[in-house]
């Protein structure tokens, strides 16, 4: 029963760590836009989910040649489809960061964030509600 339960919610619990992740992405962007010559970034949220799914081949492993190399680890789990976001108006200190674009994606992925949240609640309740027999 484990099993089934765990495939059930994977997707939603792949999906609400995606979106934490870009939430403290954008976080970041916010964070950071007064910063001279930092370039935002965000995460394509669709391509990372269908990666973590399954659907589409992630980043290529490589291969050490010698035991001196150094890892290749992401800076985070979704790295691969992390990307810089378009430069809208140019700034004299080289900063891409358009506040106006960051709170809106942030809001955004808030408002996912919670649907995501209400919907596996619902999801366990109906569960917790055919176990009980209530």
Do not use: C
Not at 18 to 41: F, G, H, V
Request: proline share 2%.
């Amino acid at each position: 029963m484990k099993t089934q339960l765990d495939s059930a919610l994977q997707f939603h619990q792949t999906a609400l760590n995606l979106q934490a992740q870009r939430q403290q992405m954008l976080a970041s962007n916010i964070a950071n836009a007064d910063t001279p010559n930092y370039k935002a970034r965000d995460i394509d949220f669709r391509a990372a989910l269908k990666g973590a799914m399954g659907e589409r081949m992630g980043p290529l492993e490589l291969t050490g040649t010698s035991s001196r190399h150094l890892g290749a680890a992401a800076e985070t789990p979704f790295g691969a489809f992390v990307g810089f976001r378009r430069e809208f108006q140019s700034s004299v200190d080289g900063n891409t960061v358009n506040m106006d674009v960051e709170r809106a994606a942030f809001a955004e992925n808030a408002v996912h964030y919670e649907a995501s949240v209400t919907f596996v609640n619902g999801v366990l309740r109906s569960m917790q509600t055919a176990i009980t027999g209530q």
